[in-house]
């Protein structure tokens, strides 16, 4: 028979603390059927036919993409629910079966370039990487060989409306009905952080996990700043914020909701939420448990008599907890021949430590010295326990820097390694060379120890938000934390004078040190002119004679 | 160069040379000059533009409104600074927060090598504080960066209200594409050092600071605001920065272009541009401007509170409110108006400013002489001394002429030790060395057995070591060899001319004004000096032309550029009191000028005394 698919989708909605509201949209697709093992799939229903045959075609077991435009400021939102680095990231797992990784590589970069309109060609073996621990799959397998990874940033991708577009249309009910018709750009990207990704990934069916089905999940993170100076109460409203209202679920969706994060009021008084729900759920997130308020779309009452919802809130702001974990980088120094390269992270648990895993990868433009790499914690060398490094080649691959590095409780580690800038060909420069070059952010992944004891819920009735990640441990979760990219500077020639420059230079040479060369090295004599056969013969016999030649 | 690899020709151009060799200087030395005054004459000037096609066509509107509510903020803050004796943090803190701001401070501490009698400091303590504005969507990898101090007394109040009133103003817009810092920083350059140091997380001066919490990646550009007053008459620009490093012309030109739009009244060195440059009075009006121009340059001192961030390739300027005796007034909404401009045309750059000049000087804001247009000037001068150079080098290479009994002088022909020439090298270099290093480290003990203060005794002891290195006994090569022969003194003197070339050429290359004023001076010395000279009068005028004399002169010329001029006595106050601040520009900044004059300028110029009194 045909195979079961479904389609599920949610928005949540985090009033901050710091006054911006964050809305997380999640499309969730799942597809019991087989791409591998030449299966011949060529009946879509729900699942978008360009990523079906992708997964096909290049064999491939798990892939992340994700196209942000903006930092997520940790410090000021907390975590979000799927971080993202500023600028595109693809990470992908190809099956075992792959004997090409490279090849299917370059060629799955290409295409996906074409299907989300995004600069995704420019990844090559340059700034593509195979991290030893950090991206584990997140979907069931059991092959973590990285030598089946590939992992790319691209810090310097701008993401605009012709890349919400392709990802729109791979929605069954596109932009027409259910929350998607929210997703209009002019109000999107007109926010403080944009991101949206695609995850695909092989999950169990069932608890017993005797078959899998393929997920395809899309995401999108969007922070709104409703930064009005001198006000209390902040006000939202679903109008205020995408210029539209909902009025119905999508028609293909067995389930459509939406969650307002209501923790931070327990006695509802910084809180007012209307039309008023009395449908409640609590769930774990990132360590956290959090109440919220459910709208169910598929259920005609949602929608009151005026048949559209537009939801309101009024809130508070207020000071909030500091992230457990959070990083910042930079570059050090000044000048354009060597730099330094500071990356800090904070533990800000009161008393428990954890460990980190870092990953960095640097361009080989900036060569790294790995003998100054230094990690010290509160004034004391911190020794990693493991540390995986890859020297750059020239042109042909970028330094990788994995460590996993234990940061004490409440404490800032700063890990430290100098680097020199290096000269460019003339044509490897960017048409904009003075602008500077991007090194993509370090990746931190960490389990993070839980705030409250992991809940023993079923883990059936969870929102989609709070388990993406698996976590076994039930006292931690995992986290992953992004820095920002970094903008440096290298030794650039003045192209406006290339013409200048030749002239100059050939003047030089030939004129000045020519000449120069010549006088310094041949000693200039006076020479006679030769003599006559006469006076020849006369200081012959002169010669014979014993007296000095004329 | 055919015409040097012909020996007949050869001879007869190396003749010329030698033959006319003083008055070819002297015509290089007046056309040296000449060619500098001609700089300031318009009509051989160009008139600046944009270059930076990101800043140049894209127009932008300013409406900044609120500059009576930032006027009432910078009166606020002068309660608070009055209230907590210095910087009002808290107070700093909690008003850009609530603008909507990410505040971070930065707490810094300096211990002065001596005490600074100018600004009354010397344990230096304080605190920066700065917010920044993040920008929507962009990455935290570039920044732009205001900064206003917080000054003692009642000044900069409004700066930092204007500051403030253009934070809350550019919260609530929403086109920037960089992170703007909004800077207030406390004991002016010290703070700027401090929180730059932090920025970029180096210690070049053993500065004590806190380490910054927040950054917004690579800065592209700053402006320091310096207003102390609700309405000014006119805006100043400001470009000298450490070491006489300037910002990238464009710069300049974006503050003129603005000034022109909005209608504000901008000046340069304080001194407005003048239409008639035809007129004498025109021209010399363009030629103080340059000169005011030239002074401070040459001092490698920062101007502002924007000169330290040349260091790190931010190209910075201060426009500073000067409100003098005159009509026509500007309110703070319009310098809010002036700086939105501009800040906004910084947010169009795609890259960083590079398009123009690095090198240039400015007889009036409207134009530019290029680093094209001064170099032959300074080119005239240097030409001289590689001319002696080639005289001497000459009379050294050709024998002298054959005695009528046909017997060489067998001594002049005996070519001088090497320690005939190392001796005073080495001598004069450790004199230069004890210039540098005494007077910091003496101050206690001059402290102990004279009645003075430890910034007196640090001068004093610098004008002492400068004084005593003229008398010391330099002819030390009569104890070597004898008695100083005749090839002996012209190749130090060769040795003397070559190095004073390749060190003026270096300079002039980094900082032209330095190098141009010190071989105004330095270049006729090198020239005449001779041992058979007579001795009183050359040694008086070399004594004149010595850099610490030309220090002299500077301040007073640099006192009558600015029509204030001075007293002798004043004059010589002033003096004492540059001459502290040259070494403590070097002690906290890690400005060049003190250390290349003591280490290696005062070490050339004494090759030069130990010449004259070769025999």
């Known amino acids: 028979g045909c195979p079961k698919d479904d389609f599920q989708e949610e928005l949540v909605i985090r009033p901050l603390h710091s006054g911006d509201i964050y809305a997380s949209f999640q499309f969730r697709t799942l597809w019991e059927t087989d791409f591998m093992r030449g299966n011949k799939v060529s009946h879509y229903r729900l699942f978008p036919k360009s990523l079906g045959q992708v997964i096909s075609k290049f064999s491939v077991r798990e892939l992340h993409i994700s196209f942000t435009q903006g930092y997520w400021r940790t410090m000021q939102w907390g975590q979000p629910f799927l971080p993202s680095p500023p600028g595109a990231e693809l990470w992908v797992w190809f099956q075992d079966s792959v004997t090409d990784v490279d090849g299917t590589w370059k060629e799955l970069t290409n ?143 067995s389930s459509s909701k939406i969650y307002i994060d209501i923790t931070d009021d327990p006695q509802g008084e910084q809180f007012e939420v209307s039309p008023a729900t009395h449908l409640l759920s609590q769930a774990m997130v990132l360590g956290d448990r959090r109440t919220f308020s459910v709208y169910d779309l598929t259920q005609q009452i949602t929608f009151g008599t005026v048949r559209s919802l537009n939801l309101l809130i009024r809130w508070k702001s207020r000071d909030m907890l500091r992230p457990l974990l959070h990083a910042e980088r930079y570059v050090a120094g000044y000048g354009l021949q060597t730099g330094e390269i500071h990356t800090l992270m904070y533990n800000n648990h009161p008393y428990r430590s954890f460990p980190v895993l870092l990953l960095d990868s640097v361009p080989w433009y900036l060569r790294l010295y790995i003998h100054t790499l230094t990690v010290t914690s509160k004034g004391k060398d911190n020794k990693p326990s493991y540390i995986h490094y890859q020297p750059s080649k020239d042109r042909v691959r970028p330094h990788l820097l994995e460590m996993l590095v234990q940061l004490p409780p409440n404490s800032v580690t700063e890990v430290t390694v100098q680097f020199e800038r290096a000269l460019l060909k003339w044509t490897e420069y960017t048409p904009d060379p003075n602008h500077g070059f991007y090194v993509g952010s370090s990746v931190i992944s960490s389990l993070v120890p839980s705030i409250v004891a992991m809940d023993t819920n079923s883990t059936r009735e969870q929102p989609l938000f709070s388990s993406f990640f698996p976590c076994k441990e039930e006292s931690s979760y995992f986290m992953r934390v992004y820095t920002e990219p970094l903008l440096v500077n290298l030794p650039t020639p003045d192209f406006s004078m290339p013409y200048n420059v030749i002239c100059l230079t050939c003047t030089v040479v030939a004129v000045g040190y020519g000449s120069l060369y010549n006088l310094l090295t041949r000693s200039f004599q006076i020479e006679e002119p030769s003599p006559g056969l006469a006076k020849r013969i006369a200081n012959i016999i002169r010669k014979m004679r014993g007296v000095p030649p004329l | 160069m055919g015409l040097l690899s012909d020996p007949n020709r050869r001879r007869a151009l190396i003749s010329l040379l030698t033959r006319l060799n ?129 000054s003692p007394g009642d000044d900069n109040n409004q700066a930092v209200g204007v500051l403030l009133g253009l934070a809350q103003y550019f919260r609530n817009q929403v086109f920037w594409a960089k992170d703007i810092i909004f800077l207030v920083n406390e004991h002016d350059l010290i703070g700027m050092q401090a929180w730059l140091e932090g920025y970029h997380h180096t210690n070049t001066t053993g500065m004590d600071w806190s380490p910054l919490q927040g950054r917004g990646g690579s800065i592209q550009a700053a402006l320091s605001l310096e207003l102390s007053s609700d309405v000014v008459t006119s805006l100043d620009l400001v470009l000298e920065g450490l070491n006489g490093q300037l910002p990238n012309l464009d710069l300049a030109n974006l503050f003129y272009a603005f000034c022109q739009k909005i209608g504000v009244l901008c000046t340069t060195q304080g001194k407005l541009q003048r239409n008639d440059w035809d007129s004498v009075s025109g021209y010399s009006h363009a030629v103080q401007t340059m000169m005011l121009m030239v002074m401070k340059q040459a001092s490698g001192r920062p101007w502002g509170d924007h000169g330290l961030f040349l260091r790190y390739h931010i190209e910075a300027a201060t426009i ?41 000087l400015m007889p009036s804001l409207s134009h530019f002489v290029s680093i094209g ?110 008695r100083g022969t005749e090839n002996g003194w012209k190749v130090l003197k060769l040795v003397a001319v070559l190095y004073l070339a390749v060190l003026l050429g270096c300079t002039a290359l980094i900082n032209f004004s330095l190098g141009f004023i010190l ?97």
């Open chain 1, 111 to 253: 295409v996906l370039s074409g299907i989300f309109c995004a600069s995704l060609n420019f990844i090559d073996s340059t700034n593509t990487v195979q991290p030893s621990a950090s991206f584990k799959p997140l979907g069931i397998g059991n092959v973590t060989d990285h030598r089946f990874l590939r992992y790319a940033t691209l810090p310097r991708e701008i993401v605009c409306t012709e890349n919400l577009t392709p990802w729109k249309k791979l929605l069954p009910c596109g932009s027409k009905a259910g929350l998607a018709v929210l997703l209009k750009s002019e109000k999107l990207f007109h926010s403080s952080f944009h991101s949206q990704a695609v995850h695909i990934r092989p999950v169990c069916q069932d608890w017993q996990c005797k078959t899998t089905s393929w997920e395809l999940r899309q995401t999108l993170n969007v922070v709104f700043d409703l930064h009005t100076p001198g006000q209390g109460k902040l006000e939202w409203s679903l109008f205020k914020m995408f210029s539209r209202t909902l009025t119905e679920a999508c028609p293909l969706a």
């Open chain 2, 22 to 150: 003083a008055p070819i200087c002297v015509v290089c030395y007046m056309a040296g000059v000449a060619w500098f005054m001609g700089l300031a004459f318009e009509p051989f000037t160009l008139r600046t533009y944009m270059s930076e096609n990101a800043m140049g066509s894209t127009m932008v509107e300013e409406r900044f409104p609120a500059g009576e509510r930032a006027l009432g903020t910078g009166r606020e803050f002068s309660a608070h600074k009055k209230k907590a004796g210095g910087m009002p943090v808290d107070w700093l803190v909690k008003t850009m927060q609530s603008r909507g701001l990410e505040v971070f401070t930065q707490r810094f501490s300096r211990r002065l090598p001596f005490p600074d009698e100018d600004k009354e400091r010397y344990m230096v303590k304080g605190t920066n504080v700065y917010g920044i504005l993040r920008a929507p969507r962009a990455p935290r990898t570039e920044a732009l960066v205001l900064s206003a101090p917080c």
């Open chain 2, 320 to 360: 500073k409110g000067i409100n003098s005796f005159r009509q026509y007034k500007t309110d703070a909404t319009t310098i809010g108006r002036l700086l939105e401009g501009m800040y906004r045309k910084l947010n169009n750059l795609l890259e960083r400013l590079h398009q123009s000049y690095f090198f240039y």
């Open chain 2, 519 to 615: 071989a105004l001076t330095l270049v006729p010395v090198a020239a005449f000096v001779t041992p058979d000279v007579p001795k009183a009068l050359s040694a008086f005028i070399m004594v004149i032309l010595s850099p610490a004399c030309t220090l002299l002169f500077s301040v007073f010329l640099f006192q009558e550029l600015q029509e204030m001029p001075v007293s002798f006595l004043d004059g010589w106050m002033l003096y004492l009191s540059v001459i502290s601040q040259g070494i403590l520009d070097h002690a906290l900044y890690g400005s060049l000028v003190y250390p290349l004059v003591a280490l290696l300028v005062y070490p050339c110029w004494l090759l030069f005394w130990n010449i004259l009194f070769w025999k």
């Open chain 2, 373 to 482: 247009y001064y170099m032959p000037a300074f080119g005239l001068l240097a030409l001289i001394l590689l001319l002696r150079a080639l005289d001497l080098w000459i009379q050294l290479a050709t024998p002298p002429p054959r005695t009528e009994d046909g017997v060489a002088d067998a001594e002049q022909m005996s070519s001088p030790g090497v320690l005939s020439v190392l001796t005073p090298l080495v001598i004069s270099h450790l004199t230069g060395v004890a210039l540098y290093t005494l007077p910091i480290h003496f101050q206690e003990i001059a402290v102990e057995h004279f009645p003075v203060s430890e910034t007196e005794a640090v001068v004093l002891t610098a004008i002492a070591v400068y004084t005593a290195g003229l008398a010391l006994p330099h002819n030390t090569h009569r104890l070597l060899t004898g």
